[in-house]
């Protein structure tokens, strides 16, 4: 049994289709979506959001880098903060964000700076575990 599901950032729509099964980074886990499930509202972590659009198929995946999860009875919804097809990372850039991120928290910073700097590292750390896995 598929729901409509939609996957947005604040850049662009993503996904939108009928699916069968997705997993996310919810705040208390990995969580698994069929259809019927409880209506629930969660904050993504940073990783990846597998989607499959027949149970059992080839997976879809995108990056999701924090937003929220949204389940009603007909619908799914992804609000991303950041969020691209696992395809689009580039290592290159997803190493230097994460070179950045390590340098500023090695610095002196506010408690308010060290938890942005900590959010950025954990994006892109778990950017590059996603891309290196894709390309292997």
Known sequence: ????????????SLFEG????IIANGADGELGVMARHAPLMTVLKP??????EVMGGAED???VGGGFLEVLPDRVTVLADVAEHAD??????AEEARRRAQEKLAGTL??????????????AEARLRLARARRV
């Open 18 to 21: 009928e699916v069968e099964f």
């Open 88 to 93: 689009e990372i580039s290592v290159e850039r």
């Open 61 to 63: 995946v995108i990056f």
């Open 110 to 123: 506010t408690s308010a700076e060290e938890i942005e700097f900590q959010n950025a590292l954990a994006t």
């Open 1 to 12: 049994m598929k729901y409509a599901l939609r996957v947005v950032s604040v850049e662009r």
């Open 47 to 52: 990783g990846p959001l597998r989607i499959q």
